[in-house]
């Protein structure tokens, strides 16, 4: 009999396709999570409906409380603080690969997969990045360990986007073509600040200069990021540019564009994979947002946190977002950005 494995199954072409490739080789079980957002039934609908298109046995975790608490609150919490969350980096290592694992586990199956678009090395110890630069999703995995990896698969990791596409239309899903998920799941195409808006009290406050001067109102921190232009909501003979952001006051820091650029960034509650960090000080390639082209920067520890200097000044440096550390294509690790140094 075949060895049993369980795919994270969404409704999506991704986990689908990653199901329809596992089952050459192994006994695919499918398992949805139950996450309580608004349209868990039609979720759970369409996952059922592809589960049977295909053969799978299909399983659904309840795992509402678990991702209100770990990522929805998060979440919350860090746009209240003046911070730009990333609650899918979060919740990879604590939900999907955490709490679902667990559960499947529980269940007597010791492997599991997904369907991101992500590599392990022949030993299964390191994660790299997949070939498919435009949909590499080795961003979002950065807080997994080495034992979780240890666990895992990723069958699309040496796929491009167009050949699961090609797959998914060879199996007679060809409507798949046309649903791809967003990037904040609970958000339901709201954006955050609409979302928060629901979850916190409103409180307008001063736009104000890198000098400290007032120049206009806002209608709520959670509202801006930096890096931000439109909606700022002031005007002058060239742009202002959402800078920083000031929970303690409730202020929002607005300056030029030249202003956005800066070269240094400390990060906290870093995770290295192996479970050690590498020799620092040394030299890797870092990213610090998901679509940015990751550059080149010398780390180093100072304390508990690692301290980043890029060789050129980035763009937007945004404390709340996470920097990856990659060596070559090999996610070394990553932390939450807590301050531009």
Same mark, same amino acid.
């Given at each position: ?19 329809? !490739? ?8 499918? +398992? ?20 049977? !298109? ?11 409380? @678990?991702?209100?608490?770990? %990522? ?15 609650? &899918?980096?979060? &919740? ?25 678009? %992500? ?12 070939? @498919? ?34 797959? /998914? ?65 002031? &005007?002058?003979?060239?742009? +202002?540019?959402?800078?920083?952001? &000031? /929970? ?10 030249? @202003?956005? !650029?800066?070269?240094? !960034?400390?990060?906290?509650? %870093? ?51 996470? /920097?990856?550390? +990659? ?15």
């Amino acid at each position: 009999m075949s060895e049993k494995i369980a795919v994270a199954m969404s409704g999506g072409v991704d986990s689908t396709v990653c199901a329809l !490739l596992l089952q050459k080789k192994y006994d695919v079980h499918g +398992y949805f999570m139950n996450l309580g957002l608004p349209d868990h039934g039609e979720q759970i609908k369409r996952v059922r409906h592809i589960a049977g !298109l295909i053969d799978v046995p299909l399983v659904e975790v309840d795992l509402a409380d @678990d991702f209100a608490k770990e %990522v929805v609150d998060y979440f919350c919490r860090s746009y209240a603080e003046g911070r730009t969350p990333n609650p &899918c980096v979060i &919740c990879n290592p604590r939900i999907k690969f955490g709490k679902l694992f667990n559960a499947i586990h529980r269940d007597g199956i010791e492997k599991m997969a997904t369907g991101h678009y %992500v590599r392990l090395s022949s030993d299964g110890r390191r994660l790299l990045q997949g070939i @498919d630069a435009g949909k590499d999703q080795s961003y979002f995995l950065c807080g997994l360990s080495r034992i979780q990896l240890q666990h895992v698969l990723f069958p699309l990791g040496v796929l491009t986007k167009r050949e699961v596409y090609s797959l /998914a239309a060879d199996a007679g899903l060809h409507f798949m073509e046309e649903r791809e998920s967003q990037d904040v799941c609970f958000l339901q195409n709201e954006s955050p600040g609409d979302f928060l808006k629901k979850k916190a009290d409103c409180q307008k406050g001063d736009i104000v200069t890198r000098d400290g001067k007032i120049i206009g109102r806002h209608s709520g921190v959670f509202y801006y990021t930096v890096g931000q232009r439109r909606g700022v909501g002031v &005007c002058d003979r060239t742009p +202002y540019y959402v800078t920083g952001l &000031c /929970a303690e006051k409730n202020q929002v820091i607005v300056g030029k564009k030249a @202003d956005l !650029l800066e070269k240094e !960034l400390l990060v906290r509650s %870093v995770n290295w994979i192996s479970g050690e960090p590498p020799h620092l000080p040394g030299r890797f390639m870092v990213k610090i947002r998901y679509r940015h082209q990751p550059a080149p920067a010398q780390l180093s520890m100072e304390g508990r946190l690692v301290r980043v200097v890029f060789c050129e000044a980035q763009r937007a440096i945004t404390p709340g977002q996470f /920097a990856v550390f +990659y060596d070559g294509d090999e996610v070394v690790g990553g932390g939450e950005i807590v301050k531009k140094a």
